[in-house]
């Protein structure tokens, strides 16, 4: 269980006691798990504090509003987010990296990512043209993984070729990934759905076709 002030959000009365951190925890579990299915408009207190087994006093009790409720969802998913980001080495740390296992890796855990808070992200992407604020820290999280793997793919890709236009193949690369996950979560237009254990090898495979092109030099050059 996290500490206390992990849990210490605006809007939200801290919980030290023990149960009651565990009420709120399972509150937000609860929560998280209904989205998956539910709307946030369609998302009911009442509902909620019936699959905890609370009443929907003691949510306001913790809660100062279902909108403050949403958000510490959005921001335990995008902490959970940083700490998987901060677990990408560097190319410091790995001495011979092998592109197409780092691409697979990257949308191995990307896509995990999105699986694992799939009905929160879901929400906050169908707030964001009314609520863009919300967005905010998942499009700076994306941005931040693509900034952060960068150099280690760019040595994968070895030497020689224009760095910038690998760069900016690593950049659409990054685009394409978050782009067919963002479009799966809130679509799920098939074949593949976010659930299938297919589609991280697919996008694995897509961003290393597409980073293999870039470093393939031209016919006739």
């Known amino acids: 269980m996290p500490p206390p002030s992990e849990l210490d959000f605006p809007g939200v009365t801290p919980s030290r006691q023990r149960r009651s951190r ?20 369609e998302l009911s207190i009442d509902a ?6 609370v009443t929907v006093g003691a949510f306001y009790s913790r809660f100062e509003s279902k909108d403050a409720y949403f958000q510490v969802l959005l921001e335990l998913a995008a902490r959970d987010g940083n700490r998987a980001l901060s677990k990408v080495p560097t190319n410091k740390q790995i001495r011979s990296p092998d592109l ?19 009905g929160v992200l879901r929400a906050a992407l169908q707030h964001k043209n009314t609520r863009p604020d919300k967005w905010t820290p998942f499009r700076r999280l994306a941005r931040g993984a693509a900034s952060r793997a960068t150099p280690l793919i760019l040595a994968a890709m070895g030497d020689g070729g224009d760095k910038a236009a690998r760069t900016a193949a690593i950049g659409f690369g990054f685009q394409v990934m978050f782009g067919t996950l963002v479009n799966a979560i809130l679509n799920d237009p098939g074949p593949i759905s976010i659930r299938d254990s297919e589609m991280e090898a697919k996008l694995g495979h897509c961003l290393h076709l597409l980073l293999r092109a870039e470093m393939t030099p031209p016919r006739g050059s």
């Open 22 to 41: 565990e009420t709120t925890q399972a509150l937000l579990k609860a929560g998280a798990e209904m989205l998956r299915t539910h709307s946030f408009h």
């Open 48 to 53: 909620l504090c019936r699959e905890v087994g």
């Open 100 to 118: 197409a296992r780092l691409c697979f890796g990257i949308a191995r855990d990307v896509t995990s990512w999105i699986r694992d808070h799939e």
